[in-house]
């Protein structure tokens, strides 16, 4: 398995991130549309008895919200578009809400969530984070080639943080009903080595290690509920993978589940709260 995970990962993977951090759009944009609509069809699956049809209607009804996403980033920036801009960054922090709720969620699992609650549950997972993948060369983020990069290191190091520390002293379940895998001391080793690799990347490129460091605990702990929640779904569904399109890995939902709940965190506060400097 480790073997496959690895083949994937080279092959797949990294080549997939590399063209939505580097190509110029639509490149982006276009593949995570084609990304987040088929993470919207492994969505649909963890609704209790929902038909062909209606996983059709749920997968394309999430299509329609991020064609409206990709509307309003054209308006946004072309001239008098701060409305839409607004709009944008409302998501953002509605998404940022969303995460502190979903938090107590795992928490409390079990519990049956209503349908509508699933439904919309997956709305703010794909939504947002395909917002974050299709504003990647707007001139009004900071610096999006690079919000991007960092997104995926904080990520990649929380998860390998907590993989190493969690299988060496891990003892102190996080939220064994959801993941049982998952340990406090894992996770406070994810958090150690992705602090370590900010605080690199920070004085690399001359960053305020004060302003920046908080955020990269908000960041990390967000990612970290992003892949608790998609694991709670999973296991309210009954099952382990959301899909196949990445052998050893799953879906894009089980690769891409704590980019997508970390990457509109950390561009919500860059863009609502100017937390980075725009230069």
């Not at 922090?93 to 439904?119: E, G, Q, S, Y």
């Not at 970290?224 to 998609?230: P, S």
């Not at 990445?246 to 965190?265: E, I, K, M, N, Q």
């Amino acid at each position: 398995m480790l073997k496959t995970r690895i083949i994937s990962a080279v092959t797949m993977v990294f080549p997939l991130i590399i063209l939505l951090v580097f190509a110029p759009q639509p490149i982006p944009l276009i593949l995570g549309l084609l990304l987040y609509t088929l993470a919207s069809w492994e969505w649909s699956r963890v609704v209790p008895s929902v038909t062909q049809g209606g996983r059709i209607g749920i997968t394309l009804g999430y299509v329609a919200l991020m064609l409206l996403v990709v509307f309003a980033i054209h308006k946004a920036n072309a001239p008098g578009g701060d409305l839409y801009f607004m709009a944008l960054g409302a998501l953002l922090l509605v998404t940022m809400i969303w995460w502190v709720a979903a938090t107590a969620c795992v928490f409390r699992f079990p519990f049956t969530p209503p349908n509508w609650l699933i439904v919309v549950t997956g709305a703010l997972i794909i939504v947002p984070a395909f917002a974050v993948l299709a504003q990647a060369n707007s001139v009004q983020w900071w610096h999006p080639a690079k919000l991007l990069i960092f997104t995926f290191l904080l990520v990649w190091a929380a998860d390998i943080g907590a993989y190493f520390v969690g299988k060496s002293i891990g003892k102190n379940k996080l939220a064994p009903l959801v993941s049982p895998g998952k340990t406090w001391e894992g996770l406070i080793g994810g958090l150690i080595l992705a602090l370590l690799v900010a605080a690199g990347i920070g004085l690399a490129f001359d960053q305020d290690l004060v302003r920046l460091l908080p955020l990269v605990v908000i960041v990390v702990l967000a990612s970290v509920v992003g892949d608790l929640t998609v694991s709670l779904y999973k296991r309210h569904a009954g099952i382990k993978d959301m899909g196949k399109l990445f052998p050893g890995h799953g879906g894009v939902l089980d690769r891409f589940d704590s980019f997508s709940a970390a990457a509109p965190v950390l561009h919500g506060l860059v863009a609502i709260f100017s937390v980075l400097p725009a230069s």
